[in-house]
C-alpha cells in the first residue's frame, strides 16, 4: 500500500486548510522564522512521509512521555506527531517482549530513523544499574544510535543527567552528548520536555532536512536561546525594585517579581515565557512560582545558582545580592556588580561556570536597557 502523506492524514481528519496554515504560521514563529515561512512549512509538511522513531527510555520518571502524549484535544500538532512511526516505545507500544525487541531491530537495519532518548544513562560498573532484555542502557544507545540519522534527548536527564546524575551519583549517570559523539544530538531539556519544542523540532526537520541551529549544550536555538528574564511578564518589577518577599504577600498578589524567592530566570535560557505550558495556558512564574532552573546543567542539585538549595533567595552568580536589587539598583548598577561579582566564578563547578560566562556575556545589554 502507498504511503499516506500528512496532507492525507488531515484531509481524512477533516481538519481544515486555515486551522493547517494557522498551525505553521504558529510554528514559523516557535521557530523563531520570518512569517514568510510559514507557506514553506506548510508545503514540506504537506507532502512528507512517515518518518520512524524509536524512542528509548533509561533513568527516567516517563514525564517527557506524558508531557509528549498529553495533548487536550486532537490538534494539528499531534497529527504532526502521528508523521512520526513510533516503531518502538516502551509505555506506549502494544507489542511486547519479542515482538517489541523485532520490531526495533527492523526499524535499526533500515536505517534513515529519528532516535529519542529519554532518562539519564547509568555508565558505572560497565552500566549494569539499569539493563532491558538482559542488555545495559549504554549497549542498547550505542546499537539504536548507530543507523540513526539523528539523536533527540528529551528533558534534562537525557540531556544532562537531571535528577540520576545529582550527587553523589552512585549509577555514573550521564548525559546521551556524553556518549554519542559521531552523530548530531539535540538537546530538549527541561523537566519535563516542552512538547511544543518537540513539535517544532520535527517541523524544522521536516521542513529543511536537518536539526535546527544549536547553543553549546545542544539546544536548539529557538527554544533556548533567550534568557527567561527577558521575557518575563514580571521584568518591570525587577527593574522597579519590586519584589515578593514572602509568599501571599501584597507584592505576590500583585504579581510583582519572585527574584527575592528564588527565581532563576535570570541564569535559565528557555521559551516557557513565549510558548508556555498546557496549550499555552501558563507557566510557572505566571502561576506565582520562580522558575526553579529545569533546563539548565546541574539541575537538580546546582540549579542556575550554584546553590544546592533551589528554593533559596541566592542570586544567580553575577547578579546583585538580593537586598541590593530591591529598590536600589537600576539596571546599569546591576550590570557594574554583576561584572564584579563575577570574578568569584573560580569557585563555581564546571556546569555553573559554563552559565556565567553566558550570564557576563548578557550583562552590557541588561545595562543598556
Ligand atoms: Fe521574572 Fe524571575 Fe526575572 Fe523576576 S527574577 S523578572 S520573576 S524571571
Ligand atoms: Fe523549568 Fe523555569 Fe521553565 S522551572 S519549566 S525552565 S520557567
Request: net charge negative.
Amino acid at each position: 500500500m502507498e504511503e499516506r502523506t500528512l496532507g492525507q492524514i488531515l484531509w481524512d481528519r477533516q481538519v481544515s486548510r486555515r486551522d493547517f496554515l494557522k498551525f505553521c504560521t504558529v510554528m514559523a514563529g516557535t521557530l523563531a522564522l520570518e512569517s514568510t515561512f510559514a507557506p514553506r512549512i506548510a508545503r514540506a509538511l504537506e507532502f512528507s512521509k512517515r518518518t520512524p522513531v524509536i524512542w528509548l527510555e533509561f533513568q527516567d520518571c516517563a514525564g517527557c512521555t506524558e508531557s509528549f502524549l498529553r495533548a487536550s484535544r486532537p490538534t494539528t500538532a499531534e497529527i504532526v506527531l502521528d508523521v512520526l512511526s513510533v516503531d518502538y516505545h516502551e509505555t506506549i507500544m502494544a507489542a511486547s517482549g519479542h515482538l517489541a525487541e523485532e520490531a526495533k531491530a527492523a526499524t535499526i537495519e533500515a536505517g534513515h530513523y529519528l532516535l529519542v532518548v529519554e532518562g539519564a544513562i547509568p555508565a558505572a560498573q560497565g552500566g549494569i544499574y539499569c539493563t532491558i532484555g538482559g542488555r545495559t542502557a549504554l549497549d542498547i544507545l550505542e546499537e539504536a544510535a548507530g543507523n540513526a540519522l539523528a539523536v533527540v534527548a528529551v528533558g534534562s536527564c537525557a540531556a544532562f543527567g537531571g535528577i540520576p546524575k545529582a550527587a553523589p551519583n552512585p549509577t555514573g549517570a550521564v548525559g546521551v552528548m556524553d556518549l554519542v559523539t559521531d552523530k548530531p544530538v539535540l538537546n530538549l531539556p527541561g523537566c519535563p520536555l516542552n512538547a511544543v519544542n518537540l513539535t517544532a523540532t520535527v517541523v524544522h526537520f521536516l521542513t529543511f532536512g536537518e536539526l535546527p541551529a544549536m547553543d553549546d549544550l545542544h539546544r536548539p536555538l529557538f527554544a533556548h536561546g533567550a534568557r527567561i528574564h527577558d521575557n518575563c511578564e514580571r521584568r518591570g518589577h525587577f527593574d522597579a525594585g519590586e519584589f515578593v518577599r514572602e509568599w501571599g504577600d501584597e507584592g505576590h498578589r500583585k504579581g510583582w517579581c519572585l527574584y527575592q524567592m528564588g527565581c532563576k530566570g535570570p541564569a535559565t535560557y528557555h521559551n516557557c515565557p513565549t510558548v508556555r505550558w498546557n496549550d499555552g495556558t501558563n507557566w510557572p512564574v505566571g502561576g506565582g512560582h520562580g522558575c526553579i532552573g529545569c533546563s539548565e546543567p546541574g539541575f537538580w542539585e546546582l540549579g542556575a545558582y550554584n546553590t544546592v538549595e533551589l528554593f533559596d533567595a541566592t542570586p544567580p552568580v553575577g547578579y546583585p545580592p538580593v537586598a541590593e536589587a530591591e529598590g536600589k539598583i537600576t539596571p546599569a548598577a546591576a550590570g557594574v556588580i554583576g561584572g564584579l561579582a563575577g570574578l568569584a566564578v573560580g569557585v563555581a563547578g564546571a556546569a555553573a561556570a559554563q552559565r556565567l560566562s553566558k550570564s557576563e556575556q548578557d550583562e552590557p545589554e541588561q545595562g543598556k536597557e
